[in-house]
């Protein structure tokens, strides 16, 4: 997450993550899943501005914007702008803890695919938060903001945290992992996405969980080729069921020469490890040049 402040906005530039790892441990009695993941931010961001207000009115437009590398055709419908996008349900329950009738308008310009897996809204709530929290001057630490953006969503909390992380209970204990350093990924994201409700109502939860431990160990010592055998995500069995984008996909990165590939979060969006960043551009191009629909070559954040 990175925020600056121009001379007339406060400007967030909010990352979407991969999940390297996804263990679905139990269900819980609150309706959701235990979960061990580690997740990572990579360097595609939608863009945040936000402008205070003197008054008590919270306004949000949204505009989609093509990335690099993106030839159309996922998450250009309308985007809304209203209480049911994340942004403004973020900075309306911040401004409801702080107990002040702060106004803002607020630019968001969107990047990232929807219902992907790439973690998107909640990024954007988590800049919300972030540059609320500095435009209203309202002096929440950053264990406050976190437990707002608990309430928020599962994964809004690790955008917060600002670095990869193993995330536990629903999401929203983070842990993040230091020393991991530069990876190099492709994602695709085809042209329709998968409700994550729905993944996870089709998933069974493990009777012999994994763990992430070996798979941090590989990143931290840089083990490409060990680190693309360690990926693991308990929803994509389920999530094939739902979409043949799935399995599609898994086909295709097989022909590639990627040391390791796996879906991101509840999907649709895929992804494999490369050896570097000309290696990253190389098979993004190829697998564009076989059709696939929005193709990304990025790298973790730092």
């Not at 929290?133 to 994964?155: H, T």
């Not at 995330?167 to 020393?179: D, I, K, N, Y």
């Not at 590639?256 to 649709?268: I, L």
Request: aromatic letters at 6%; one cysteine or more; a positive charge.
């Amino acid at each position: 997450m990175r925020i600056h402040q121009s001379t007339t906005n406060i400007v967030v530039h909010a990352p979407a993550k991969l999940n390297l790892f996804f263990e679905v441990l139990a269900k819980r009695d609150d309706g959701y899943h235990e979960i061990e993941t580690l997740m990572c931010p990579i360097d595609l961001y939608d863009t945040l501005y936000f402008r205070k207000e003197p008054n008590e009115q919270l306004e949000l437009k949204c505009e989609r914007k093509l990335a690099a590398g993106e030839p159309g055709g996922r998450g250009l419908e309308a985007l809304p702008e209203g209480p049911e996008n994340l942004v403004i349900r973020a900075v309306e329950l911040l401004r409801q803890r702080a107990g002040r009738n702060c106004g803002a308008t607020i630019r968001l310009v969107k990047r990232i695919p929807t219902a992907a897996g790439l973690g998107g809204g909640s990024s954007d709530a988590a800049a919300a938060l972030m540059a609320a929290n500095r435009g209203w001057s309202l002096g929440f630490s950053a264990g406050e903001l976190a437990a707002v953006a608990a309430e928020l969503g599962s994964d809004v909390p690790f955008f917060l945290a600002g670095s990869p992380a193993i995330c536990r209970g629903r999401g929203e204990r983070v842990e993040p992992v230091a020393g991991i350093g530069a990876w190099h990924f492709v994602v695709v994201c085809p042209s329709v996405g998968l409700s994550t409700a729905a993944v996870y109502g089709v998933c069974r939860p493990a009777r012999k969980p994994k763990t992430v431990a070996p798979l941090v160990e590989a990143l931290s010592q840089g083990d490409t080729r060990q680190a693309g055998r360690l990926l693991f995500n308990r929803l994509q069995p389920a999530a094939e069921t739902l979409s043949p984008w799935i399995e599609r996909l898994q086909r295709e990165f097989a022909r590639e020469d990627c040391v390791g590939y796996g879906m991101s979060g509840s999907g649709t969006s895929y992804f494999g490890i490369c050896r570097h960043a000309t290696h990253a551009r190389r098979v993004a191009r190829r697998l564009q040049a076989n059709g696939a629909d929005s193709v990304f070559a990025v790298r973790n954040c730092h």
